[in-house]
């Protein structure tokens, strides 16, 4: 069966500092992989997705990155936080070319502070 | 620009009656529609979906009905227990792309 790995759970980090969060998906080959965010409050913004290694696509310009180092890793990164940079971070994945269904991470609650 | 809106932030409902939870969008372009579930400091999980070529679909005590005329989609639980009280987010997929766009969220709260 499929799983998805993501670190850490918690996080607190000062302003200007940097960050890598990882997500690791097992069971699955070529999943297309995901970003999201939920601010405070609100919904569940898309950050990032990736169809394949290398390939990222960006959904809202900010201060994060993210990479596709290998084919069942996902990373988001940030050269240096902002206090707007805080919420709960979730990795997901999908099954191309279905993609009915996303699977999530249990998140990464991160405070800038 | 918010392509699918859920204007309830909240809902309370008692145990074992109806629990109606409802989704707008704008994007005529979405060809699948889907609920999750979501508990505090946990991921999303996967309630129900539907086709954008069906009206309703059904699963146990869940149902999701489809109104393409009036792009909305509603989320019926009945009857509705505890273990309901969730935060329940509607998506929806744009046709041709590999990604899913969220609402805000409705918190749904059963109430003993």
């Known amino acids: 069966s499929q799983t998805i790995h993501q670190w850490p759970a918690t996080l607190v980090q000062p302003v200007g500092s940097p960050l890598s969060l990882e997500c690791t998906v097992e069971?699955?080959?070529?999943?297309?992989l995901y970003w999201y965010r939920q601010a405070a409050g609100r919904g569940l913004q898309l950050l990032f997705y990736?169809?394949?290694?290398?390939?990222i696509s960006s959904e809202v310009p900010q201060n994060l990155s993210a990479s596709r180092p290998q084919d069942r890793q996902f990373i988001l990164s940030s050269k240096k936080l902002l206090l707007s940079d805080s919420g709960f971070y979730l990795c997901?994945?999908?099954?191309?070319?279905?993609?009915?269904?996303?699977?999530f991470g249990q998140g990464t609650r991160l405070t800038v502070v | 620009d918010q392509q699918v809106k859920q204007n309830s932030p909240s809902l309370s409902v008692q145990e074992g009656r109806i629990s109606i939870l409802n989704c707008d969008y704008t994007?005529?372009?979405?060809?699948?529609f889907l609920w999750y579930k979501k508990y505090p400091a946990e991921g999303p999980t996967f309630l129900i979906s539907?086709?954008?070529?069906?009206d309703k679909n059904e699963d146990g005590r869940f149902t999701v009905f489809l109104n393409k005329s009036a792009k909305h989609l509603s989320l019926h639980i009945v009857p509705s227990q505890p273990g309901d009280s969730a935060v329940y987010f509607c998506a929806a997929r744009v046709w041709g792309a590999q990604k899913l766009v969220f609402g805000q969220g409705t918190r749904l709260t059963i109430n003993p």
């Open positions: 539907i086709s954008s070529i069906k």
């Open positions: 069971g699955t080959s070529n999943p297309n």
């Open positions: 997901a994945w999908s099954i191309p070319p279905i993609d009915t269904e996303a699977f």
């Open positions: 990736s169809v394949g290694i290398g390939q």
């Open positions: 994007n005529s372009m979405f060809d699948y």
